[in-house]
């Protein structure tokens, strides 16, 4: 595979691996949180701000965001980008 350029490698990985791994982390925290609020509200029968299902649908948003995160994360580790 080709090496990255130098002055591209900011625009890929931003501020680097462990930005992007504490990001990861808590985008991953909050979906959890989103998904506990969704099931409590479906299972108590009440809205808790939103419907259930948008809840659990932002969790599933929010773990989609997280694993790309956490992929520019491995990938900015693996190019040696602190």
């Not at 949180?33 to 409590?40: D, P, R």
Request: charged content about 15%.
């Amino acid at each position: 595979m080709a090496e990255i350029p130098k002055d591209m490698k900011f625009l890929l990985f931003g501020f680097g691996a462990r930005w992007h791994a504490k990001c990861m982390m808590a985008l991953n925290w909050l979906g959890l949180a989103c998904l506990i609020v969704g099931i409590i509200g479906d299972a108590i029968n009440r809205v808790p701000g939103l419907e259930p299902t948008n809840w659990i649908l932002i969790a599933i948003a929010l773990w989609l965001w997280g694993l790309a995160s956490w992929l520019t994360a491995y990938n900015a580790a693996k190019e040696g980008i602190k």
